[in-house]
């Protein structure tokens, strides 16, 4: 289970960095990037992949 740490750091990296899944996952203290994955959805009711590109796309960091 994700503490609010990890929860914040994760969401930050995923919306600041192009690190990936898997290495964000290892940062914030995961051993699996799939559980993590799953662990992500619970919290946040998406795939991480699909919340660094709505939270880019809402901060105006991409255009559509």
């Known amino acids: 289970q994700m503490c609010i740490r990890d929860r914040k750091k994760a969401a930050k990296l995923l919306v ?3 690190r990936s899944v898997t290495d964000i996952a290892f940062t914030v ?3 699996s990037s799939s559980y ?3 662990q992500f959805h619970k919290v946040f009711g998406c795939r991480p ?3 660094r590109k709505w939270e ?3 901060s105006g960091q991409i255009t559509p």
């Open 16 to 18: 600041e960095t192009d």
């Open 29 to 31: 203290g995961f051993s």
């Open 36 to 38: 993590f994955i799953k």
């Open 49 to 51: 992949l699909d919340y």
């Open 56 to 58: 880019r796309l809402r």
